[in-house]
């Protein structure tokens, strides 16, 4: 077992990071608090082979794979830059795109996914149905050659962002419950709504309610085979939870790093701050988390990249990788006192991502259900 990373992964590294170096976490907490893309960030990382780093090189991809794009996802954190669709656009569309799409398909999106021109936002969840996407209730009809959507969709990020969007949706009925298939639909179909969906996170993408009221699309919009959308989704929510779980590490990295050397500079007794234990302790457990954290993302990335089945070690990355960056955010925002809450000193805005990441892309209890009963063999809970 080598646990040395190759060198061309710290090439890797240290050219993701220093592209995100150029933008910073002043850029990001302006974005965050603003609700604006960080469309910049995104077109430097886009020009410079990043964002495409795992699409295949025949369509313009840098023919690496998801431990390449969990490296970049974690470098930008790292930096202070995460950008929340590199999860969706890059892990799950163009994944599942050079997967599961056609020829027609990969040749119309990947190129544009690989150089960061176009976003291919997902939509999965619908608000009946939540965690439960065997329960999601909109349909696509087959109509002759075409296809018609019908339903709801909520909290989709990156809607406006985004070309098109990559559509989970029930084509009929087998013995699992909704029989599922997958949809590339364009993001000014007619008889798409889209409405803006507020949270109170200080995030650069925004998150919508969509309403497809008869979409009708083409035959070439479907992803694949009909019936085949549970199999290609799980295997495309394994990339979502891995660069999920690589940015909260990143998250964790950028609080750990800020907070020391605030720790370091602050003094207002005879010693730095950080000497006292009741604050440098937990900023040392949160580190030992976060490290523990990131060898699981390596060994969920390499088992997907290998073949090798990778759900029960992506849900224990994203599990373990969400905790530890709640664990560095808190540890970093006591350390920094009053001016933890501070606009100045800009740590809420990672908060906020790192409490959504226990929620999203799945959430903390659906993971423990998962290891509960695939690691343990314990009877279904639910
Ligand atoms: C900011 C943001 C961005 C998002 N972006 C996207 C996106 O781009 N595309 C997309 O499709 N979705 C997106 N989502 C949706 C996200 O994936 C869901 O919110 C998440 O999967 C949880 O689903 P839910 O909110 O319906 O929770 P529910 O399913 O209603 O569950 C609520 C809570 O109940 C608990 N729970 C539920 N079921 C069980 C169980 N069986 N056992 C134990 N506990 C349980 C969990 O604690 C869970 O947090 C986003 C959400 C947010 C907040």
């Known amino acids: 077992m080598d646990f040395a990373e190759p060198e061309e992964h710290r090439a890797l590294r240290a050219a993701v990071a220093d592209i995100a170096a ?52 974690e470098e930008i954190a790292a930096a202070g830059t995460p950008l929340l669709l590199l999860l969706v656009s890059a892990a799950i569309s163009a994944g599942m795109i050079a997967e599961f799409g056609t020829e027609e398909q990969r040749q119309a999106w990947l190129p544009g996914l690989a150089s960061g021109a176009v976003k291919v936002v997902f939509a999965i969840t619908e608000p009946d149905a939540g965690s439960n996407t065997l329960r999601i209730s909109t349909t696509a009809a087959k109509d002759g050659g075409d296809w018609i959507l019908t339903g709801t969709k909520y909290y989709i990020s990156g809607v406006d962002e985004a070309q098109a969007l990559l559509v989970v949706a029930r084509t009929g009925q087998d013995e699992r419950g909704g029989r599922l298939s997958l949809f590339i639909v364009p993001a000014d179909a007619p008889g798409l709504g889209k409405h803006l969906l507020p949270v109170d996170l200080l995030l650069p993408e925004r998150q919508f309610t969509l309403h497809f009221d008869g979409v009708r699309v083409g035959a070439g919009a479907l992803v694949g085979e009909e019936g085949e959308g549970f199999r290609q989704v799980f295997h495309g929510l394994n990339p979502e939870r891995v660069t999920g779980a690589a940015l909260a590490i990143g998250v964790a990295r950028y609080a750990l790093k800020t907070a020391a050397r605030y720790a370091t500079e602050r003094t207002v007794w005879s010693e730095p701050i950080g000497a006292h234990q009741g604050v440098s302790h937990p900023l040392a457990k949160a580190k030992i988390e976060t490290e523990l954290a990131a060898l699981m993302v390596r060994q969920a990335a390499w088992q997907h990249d290998h073949g090798v089945p990778a759900g029960e070690s992506s849900n224990m990355a994203k599990y373990a990788a969400a905790e530890a960056a709640l664990a560095a955010l808190d540890a970093a925002i006591q350390a920094h006192g009053g001016n933890g809450l501070a606009s100045e000193y800009g740590l809420i805005p990672y908060w906020g991502l790192a409490r959504l990441l226990r929620i999203a892309p799945v959430n903390r209890e659906m993971i423990l259900n998962y290891v509960a009963q695939h690691s343990l063999g314990l009877p279904r809970s639910y």
């Open 22 to 73: 150029k933008f910073g976490p002043r850029y990001y907490a302006e974005h965050a608090t603003a609700r604006t893309p960080c469309t910049e960030l995104w077109q430097a990382l886009g020009q410079a082979g990043f964002i495409g780093v795992n699409v295949p090189e025949a369509y313009g991809g840098g023919g690496g794979g998801l431990t390449e794009l969990a490296l970049v996802c």
